[in-house]
Antibody
Framework: QVQLVQSGAEVKKSGASVKVSCKAS????????MHWVRQAPGQGLEWMGW????????NYAQKFQGRVTMTRDTSISTAYMELTRLRSDDTAVYYC???????????WGQGTLVIVSS | SYVLTQPPSVSVAPGQTARITCGGNNIGRKSVHWYQQKPGQAPVLVVY???DRPAGIPERFSGSNSGNTATLTISRIEAGDEADYYC???????????FGTGTKVTVL
């Protein structure tokens, strides 16, 4: 079955960077976009951007431009999301999820908690 | 940027019908997807393309979309349906994706 498995929780200091991984299985990794969505404690879902695993193309939400980089390693069907210059309000659960242009997001990874402390 | 507005909460008695709205400018022209999220869990797709259900989602979940409002309807609601629900669309003008503000459904 289609599955996305993310890396474990991270605790970072303000100003540091974090890189979260998302390993895909059960489908052709290069066939669909990979999106990243985050959720701050007690808050709603926030779309961060997408990466096209076929050619590495990306499209980031304006809020994260300049701080986020989405990459992939097709040899191991793994997508990555790196967020730099972390702030306390970056504390959130980060999800990867598969989706096409107008297609829904399905499935979702289990989420990776990133805690940013000062 | 495109904005989707949902009521913060909806409460309904067991066995009754819950209706969750998602308001957006001409949302009827877009494909709307709905996600269910239970505490501590990742979101799960429950309705896509306005009114289709993924495999394994009960027929009690249905959707509609017209004008400026999309609606997720949960019929014969059960305690296990208690969760947060989010609508989502693709904004073709920006090639960005937007989530609604989320609705907490409580089964009384």
């Amino acid at each position: 079955q289609v599955q996305l498995v993310q890396s474990g929780a991270e605790v970072k200091k303000s100003g540091a960077s974090v890189k979260v991984s998302c390993k895909a299985s059960g489908y052709t990794f290069t066939g669909d976009y990979m999106h990243w969505v985050r959720q701050a404690p007690g808050q709603g879902l926030e779309w961060m951007g997408w990466m096209n695993p076929n050619n590495g193309g990306t499209n980031y939400a304006q809020k994260f431009q300049g701080r986020v980089t989405m990459t992939r390693d097709t040899s191991i069907s793994t997508a990555y999301m790196e967020l730099t210059r972390l702030r306390s309000d970056d504390t959130a659960v980060y999800y990867c999820t598969r989706g096409g242009r107008e297609d829904p997001f399905d499935p979702w990874g289990q989420g990776t908690l990133v805690i940013v402390s000062s | 940027s495109y904005v989707l507005t949902q009521p913060p909460s909806v409460s309904v008695a067991p066995g009754q019908t819950a209706r969750i709205t998602c308001g957006g400018n001409n949302i009827g022209r877009k494909s709307v997807h709905w996600y269910q999220q239970k505490p501590g869990q990742a979101p799960v797709l429950v309705v896509y393309d306005d009114s289709d259900r993924p495999a394994g989602i009960p027929e009690r979940f249905s959707g509609s979309n017209s004008g400026n409002t999309a609606t997720l309807t949960i019929s014969r609601i059960e305690a296990g349906d208690e969760a947060d629900y989010y609508c989502q669309v693709w904004d073709g003008n920006s090639d960005h994706y937007v989530f609604g503000t989320g609705t907490k459904v409580t089964v009384l």
